[in-house]
């Protein structure tokens, strides 16, 4: 089964889901700066980083399913699994920001992206089962370094926003602070599968 349907579909999801994020900021009652950092200062930081966690997955999506010659039927139901996590984003990053960061609403969103990560694992997996010990894709990841480091760190911002107080939000923002840094190692280019298919393609 090829891919391009597959792509074409998920990416018109991840169009629509930063849509949805960015209709929720909402727009400043005054005219200057003083009234846009007051109105929605954190609320343009929360979307940064969502908008930065769907980026990353459409990026690592489009070169996962380059390195993917077929798909099975369950690559499908993987792969909409991954979406339905991803699709709960907006709505998560909307109650972190319409309770000021309590702490129930971002151990929420941690457990969304953790979700979605796993999502995202159990999808790789998926793919390479159904394309044998000769799939390119496994041959890319590798020890795959960054997948496994990021469930730690999802699992600490997550522990620390848990036991963190809505009084004094310190560990709150610690919380935050891990999420933030998954983030920035997916930011860091990744060639893997760049490099991968250029060798199968003889260096051309």
């Known amino acids: 089964m ?13 169009a629509v889901i930063i849509t949805i994020m960015v209709l929720e900021l909402k727009v400043p009652t005054g005219h200057d700066l003083a009234a846009l950092t007051s109105g929605v200062g954190a609320s343009l930081l929360t979307y940064l980083l969502s908008f930065a966690y769907i980026g990353i997955y459409w990026n690592n999506h489009h070169h996962m399913l380059h390195a993917t010659r077929r798909l099975t039927g369950g690559a499908l139901w993987a792969n909409l699994h991954l979406l339905f ?4 984003v907006p709505f998560t990053t909307a109650w972190m920001d ?10 929420v969103y941690g457990v969304n992206l953790l979700a ?28 795959d370094v960054k997948g496994k480091v990021s469930p730690v760190l999802y699992l600490a911002g997550i522990g620390c926003a848990l036991i963190g107080s809505d009084h004094s939000k310190t560990l709150i923002y610690v919380g935050l602070g891990f999420f933030v840094a998954v983030a920035i190692l997916w930011l860091i280019p990744d060639r893997r599968i760049e490099r991968s298919l250029t060798q199968s393609d003889g260096g051309l």
């Open 85 to 88: 996590w991803l699709s709960l």
């Open 116 to 143: 979605a990560a796993f999502a995202y694992v159990i999808l790789q997996t998926v793919i390479i089962r159904g394309e044998g010990p000769d799939s390119t894709l496994k041959h890319a990841l590798g020890n």
């Open 98 to 107: 319409q309770t000021d960061l309590a702490r129930v609403p971002v151990v």
């Open 2 to 14: 090829p891919t391009n349907r597959l792509e074409a579909f998920s990416d018109g999801v991840l």
